[in-house]
């Protein structure tokens, strides 16, 4: 942001957490719910309690939320790292 920001480039690093809906994650939770013996929809109700928006992000939400930062509101934002998670406790 600081070598670019004088040109007008504007640097924000978008850091979600697991995206649900992407084959990697689903791969994961459904091999993860094997080895608990649990049907994948409980181990997903589980796995979203760790959030306190009671989600994780999905892939479009994530991308609406970088469509946003290229408007020029969004540009307020700069030179940032921005977890975009709905607050994933673990990380907080």
Known sequence: ATEFGRSGIRVTCLNPTALI???T???TNALNAKTARI???VFR????QGYIM????SVGEIGKFAAFLATEVGGLLNSHVVDVDFGAQGVI
């Open 21 to 23: 809906g992407t084959r």
């Open 25 to 27: 994650i689903d791969e």
């Open 39 to 41: 049907p994948e929809e």
């Open 45 to 48: 109700e589980q796995l979203s």
């Open 54 to 57: 009671g989600k994780s992000p």
